[in-house]
């Protein structure tokens, strides 16, 4: 298996803006863009990130939590993606985004779709990503991983903070 973000032990973790995007298959065990050991403690928020996972092979899951969903004092506003048949898992599969709500007993403002990342290793998004302004501010971080200013408001969830193109019409 592997792992694009994983927490193995400790607690207290921020886990906030970042882009992750699994593409290349395994060839054994579980993959998850997002992974939660099992002796992780409590105190960790997770918020405005993609956790994408595109690979087309084996068991592979967007979000994956061996620890009960009290180790999460905040998650939420994530975009939770994967090609496979199941979203996540914690405690039992989780077949859909309205699961993993369920499960987690937060995500109220987390959607599951595909990022539109530019390509399979440039993490910026499309003109065209749904995602514009659908984070919430995070006090401190006021720039995205090319130094553009984030947005005081409706910040974009991800590394990436993006301005769609105008429309135009013909």
Known sequence: GGF???LDDGGGYNIYYNSV????NQNSGI???FWVGPVVGNGNNIRNNIFSNQQSANIRYSFYSNSPNTVFSAINYNDYFNLGANLGFLGS??????ALQAATGQD??????NPGFTSATDLHLLGSSSL???GTP????TRDIDSDTRDVSTPDVGADEF???NCTTN
Not at 108 to 113: E, L, R
């Open 108 to 113: 109220a403002n987390s959607f599951s779709t």
């Open 138 to 141: 995070i006090a401190g971080i």
């Open 21 to 24: 995007r699994l593409s290349t």
């Open 93 to 98: 599969t989780l077949a859909n985004l309205a």
């Open 4 to 6: 694009g973000i994983a």
């Open 132 to 134: 514009n302004a659908l």
């Open 31 to 33: 993959s998850a863009a």
């Open 163 to 165: 301005t769609p193109p």
